[in-house]
């Protein structure tokens, strides 16, 4: 089997094109201080241009209003406007924006397509996914104790949620609630829309985090749902589809972070590699020091095997479909999170004092690096889950080691060279 990541030179033009607007726009952006709306402002330029360029919203098929790249280009995308943590609003693939206009992509009826995914493509809303709660579900969603119930033509909602990303400045919500409170575990749940200004809807804040997402608005959103009505149309695909769905919006969801992860630990390696050339200590450059020499080498393999680790997952989802990806994808979700975080670790290390400071992009890649390892399944459950897939059904390759008793196999060994040594004799 070959894979092939390489694409044509129309393509390389356009990543050329992102790197160079990735470095001149977004990157002197970094350092802004300003509200949500006048962030949002500023941007409509960038955004522009980049739907200009037809790099807008690339993670949806032409069919579905995207601009249809396929995974591995748009791994290649990703990975340069994932460099900046304002790339992927810039280029309208923001989580977790991206994710839902997905589902609604998938599973939405040509009315909800209408009223939701379309303006949400066109940039002119923002959107939630309202899954994990509080005090019951989160790693393991069939705890989820929030609800929904058919009351006429409307739904009820009723339930305690947190992190739902982007919660307080939504124009709607996706949650995700029990319906059918006797069905199985994993059949119980449902995807329903709520419009951020329903009633009985409580944004109570964003959540203080090591991350500082209040900047711009931007956050994770402890919401209470009260007895919020919202039309039984607002339903996402069938009643008890809530896990399905999820998976389908998880899997190649997970997998663009990953792919946005590259382009952070890159960035981050470039400035490990440009410190340590620079920066004198001992008598010599730090590059010329043997630990700063294994951090850039340790970096460099890791990131190449995290490259192609998440490049190999994306041609399984374009060749064989998300389904057929569950095991590389979870296995670069977690392994790809613990790169990002070394190498921007060392990063800073390198730069002492300097990478601390807010003065360097670093200290805020780092904070936000610690998240990956919890959101959209911490790594535990990945591993369990490569795990588990493995070992299904796992048969060892034949004749890998002999189960035979050990002084057994070592007297037939003895055997076979006493003979073979006895051939080799009579052959001289
Ligand atoms: C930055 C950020 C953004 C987020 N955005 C959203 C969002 O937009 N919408 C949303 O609904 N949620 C969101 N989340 C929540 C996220 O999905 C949950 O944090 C995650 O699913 C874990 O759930 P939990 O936090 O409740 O941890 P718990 O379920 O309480 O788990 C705690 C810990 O237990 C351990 N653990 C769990 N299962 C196993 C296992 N099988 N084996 C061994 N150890 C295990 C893990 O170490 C795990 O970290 C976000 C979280 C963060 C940090």
Same mark, same amino acid.
């Given at each position: 089997m070959t894979w092939d990541f390489s694409t044509e030179p129309e393509f390389e033009a356009k990543?050329?094109?992102?790197?160079?607007?990735?470095?001149?726009?977004v990157y002197p952006l970094e350092v802004l201080e300003a509200d949500e709306a006048g962030f949002m402002r500023a941007i409509r330029p960038l955004q522009q241009e980049v739907k200009q360029q037809k790099l807008w919203a690339t993670h949806l098929p032409p069919e579905l209003g995207g601009q249809g790249y396929g995974q591995v280009k748009l791994g290649l995308m990703h990975e340069i406007e994932g460099a900046s943590m304002w790339? @992927?609003?810039?280029? &309208?693939?923001?989580?977790?924006?991206? =994710?839902?206009? +997905?589902? !609604?992509?998938?599973?939405?009826?040509?009315?909800?397509?209408?009223?939701?995914?379309?303006?949400?493509?066109?940039?002119?809303?923002?959107?939630?996914?309202?899954?994990?709660?509080?005090?019951?579900?989160?790693?393991?969603?069939?705890?989820?104790?929030?609800t929904a119930v058919l009351d006429g033509d409307e739904w009820v909602i009723n339930g305690h949620k947190w992190f739902s990303s982007n919660g307080m400045i939504a124009d709607f919500l996706i949650?995700?609630?029990?319906?059918?409170?006797?069905?199985?575990?994993?059949?119980?749940?449902?995807?329903?829309?709520?419009?951020?200004?329903?009633?009985?809807?409580?944004?109570?804040?964003?959540? @203080?985090?090591?991350? &500082?997402?209040?900047?711009?608005?931007? =956050?994770?959103? +402890?919401? !209470?749902?009260?007895n919020v009505r919202v039309p039984a149309d607002n339903l996402i695909g069938k009643r008890g589809h809530g896990f399905l769905i999820a998976q389908a919006r998880l899997g190649p969801g997970r997998i663009h972070h990953c792919m946005r992860w590259l382009g952070q630990a890159r960035r981050a390696f470039d400035m490990l590699c440009e410190r340590s050339l620079q920066r004198e200590a001992f008598g010599k450059k730090l590059a010329s020091h043997e630990t700063v020499q294994n951090w850039i080498a340790d970096s460099a393999a890791e990131m190449e095997a995290a490259r192609l680790m998440t490049l190999h997952a994306a041609w399984v989802i374009?060749?064989?479909?998300?389904?057929?990806?569950?095991?590389?994808?979870?296995?670069?979700?977690?392994?790809?999170?613990?790169?990002?975080?070394?190498?921007?670790?060392?990063?800073?290390?390198?730069?002492?004092?300097?990478?601390y400071s807010s003065d360097l992009p670093l200290e805020e890649m780092y904070r936000h690096a610690r998240a990956a390892r919890m959101y959209d399944g911490p790594d535990e459950v990945h591993r369990v889950s490569v795990a588990r897939q493995i070992l299904t059904g796992y048969q060892a390759p034949p004749g890998i080691w002999p189960r035979e008793h050990v002084p057994t196999r070592r007297e037939a060994a003895r055997r076979k060279f006493a003979s073979l040594l006895e051939a080799a004799v009579a052959d001289a």
């Open positions: 990543l050329e094109w992102m790197r160079a607007f990735m470095r001149d726009e790339g @992927p609003i810039i280029f &309208g693939n923001q989580a977790p924006d991206s =994710g839902n206009s +997905e589902v !609604l992509a998938h599973f939405g009826t040509e009315a909800q397509k209408k009223r939701w995914l379309h303006p949400l493509l066109e940039g002119k809303m923002r959107s939630a996914f309202s899954m994990t709660e509080p005090n019951t579900a989160g790693s393991d969603p069939t705890l989820l104790s929030s949650a995700m609630v029990v319906t059918e409170p006797d069905a199985g575990p994993y059949q119980r749940a449902s995807m329903i829309l709520v419009p951020g200004d329903a009633p009985g809807l409580k944004k109570l804040r964003n959540i @203080p985090t090591m991350g &500082g997402h209040e900047r711009f608005g931007y =956050g994770h959103a +402890e919401i !209470l749902y009260e374009d060749t064989a479909g998300a389904a057929a990806a569950r095991k590389e994808i979870s296995l670069i979700k977690f392994f790809g999170a613990k790169v990002l975080h070394d190498v921007i670790d060392r990063a800073i290390q390198v730069h002492g004092s300097l990478g």
